[in-house]
Each structure stands twice: as structure tokens, then as C-alpha cells.
């Protein structure tokens, strides 16, 4: 695993692409827990049980990027409710398809499970919960119709930002399940590349970043 930052109570790792966080069916090896049971194996807290140790959230698998991690049940509790009152700034960077004309948007639509398709999520009002993302435009890439994009998590829903860059008609670059596949990159071009919260033990701010991987970073280049 690439470990961003360790103390004696958190861990901060910037999580590949194609790497599971957790166990789960058709995942029972390869995922972070599993780096981190044989790495960190008596030092992490145990609120999630054996499946979960230390997870305080996670990332998709095909999204790269950071992921904060508890190595006791007092920071877990503490960094679960940051989370809870969002105030836990989380910043990703995107590739998205088409121009955006703003330089900056809201997007406050809920989030609840598809009633067409039980893998995804969609905007609904139906059995769902208030998501918020506030996007900044980067880069506009006009010969290629794409645009580079920030975006910042008010709530974290699951796939959040997938499913309301794909509300407004700007899906992720490569991102098959609401969009369409790509040639320019092989998975969805999002990557979570800043953190921003408050030490559960120390009370210092923390703000944590972790480099673009090589094939967004790529692209973006090219």
C-alpha cells in the first residue's frame, strides 16, 4: 500500500485503482484490509469487526485515492462522527465528458438505489437521502470534449459524484455504469486527491494529498 501518512492513531493510504477496500463477495483477497492485516494486523481498531478493521470509509474500486484509516476504536469513533456531520472536506479531481460551461456549479440532488437497476444509484426522491457536490471546472479541453473538473463532497453518498456528474449530462470519462466505456482511460477517470479534517486525538488540522495517478495524469497531459 502507498502510505501518505501514519501516526500512532490514524493511517492515510492513497488506494490504487482496481483495489477492493474491503472483502466482500467475489473480493475476498487483494483488498486494502487485507494489505493492512498483514502490515498493521494488531493495530487497528476493531469497531467493523474482522471483515472491516479500521475502515472508517471507503472509496469505489476503480476510483484511486485516499482513504482514512483507524488504528484504534477512540479515533475510529471520533473520525465516524466527523463524517456523520460532514465535516470532513474531501476533494476529488475528474475527467468528465462534454464542456462545462460554468466555472462553478452545486449540484443538491438525493441520491437513493435505482428502481431499474439494483446495482446503481440514481437521483430520486424515492427512498433516498440529500446529496450534495460542488464542482469547480480546472481545464476545458475542447479538441477533445472533456473537461477537468474538482469536486468536493458536502455528503457522501455511495457513487455520488458518478451519479450526479451523469445527472447533469457530464458522465466520468470511463465510466461504464453511468456512462459509457472509453478509449481514453480503461476505468473512471475520478480520483480522491485531498483530505481535509480535524486529528481525532491531536485536535490539529490535517490536510493530505496524494498525486494524480499516471493514466488520469496522462491524459490530462496529452
Do not use: C, W
Not at 5 to 14: G, H, K, L, R, T
Not at 155 to 167: A, D, K, L, P
Amino acid at each position: 500500500l502507498d502510505i501518505v501518512y501514519e501516526d500512532e492513531d490514524i493511517i492515510i493510504v492513497n488506494k490504487p485503482k482496481g483495489m477492493v477496500v474491503h472483502p466482500a463477495n467475489g473480493n475476498y483477497t487483494g483488498t486494502v484490509v487485507n494489505s493492512l492485516m498483514n502490515s498493521h494486523k494488531d493495530n487497528l481498531s476493531t469497531i467493523n469487526g474482522v471483515i472491516r478493521p479500521g475502515i472508517v470509509h471507503r472509496i469505489d474500486k476503480d476510483t484511486s485515492g485516499i482513504i482514512v484509516v483507524a488504528k484504534n476504536d477512540n479515533a475510529h469513533k471520533i473520525l465516524s462522527e466527523q463524517f456523520k456531520v460532514h465535516s470532513i472536506k474531501r476533494k476529488y479531481v475528474a475527467l468528465v465528458k462534454g464542456i462545462i460551461k460554468e466555472d462553478h456549479l452545486t449540484i443538491d440532488k438525493p441520491i437513493g438505489r435505482s428502481s431499474k437497476d439494483r446495482k446503481k444509484m440514481a437521483v430520486t426522491d424515492k427512498n433516498s437521502r440529500r446529496a450534495v457536490t460542488h464542482i469547480s471546472v480546472l481545464k476545458r479541453f475542447y479538441a477533445s470534449n472533456v473537461t477537468l473538473v474538482e469536486a468536493e463532497l458536502e455528503t457522501g453518498r455511495t457513487h455520488q459524484i458518478r451519479v450526479h456528474m451523469s445527472y447533469i449530462g457530464h458522465p466520468i470519462i470511463g465510466d461504464d455504469l453511468y456512462g459509457k466505456p472509453s478509449t481514453l482511460i480503461t476505468r473512471q477517470a475520478l480520483h480522491a486527491y485531498k483530505i481535509q479534517f480535524i486529528h481525532p486525538i491531536s485536535n490539529k488540522e490535517l490536510s493530505i494529498t496524494a498525486d494524480l495517478p499516471d493514466d488520469i495524469k496522462f491524459k490530462i497531459l496529452n
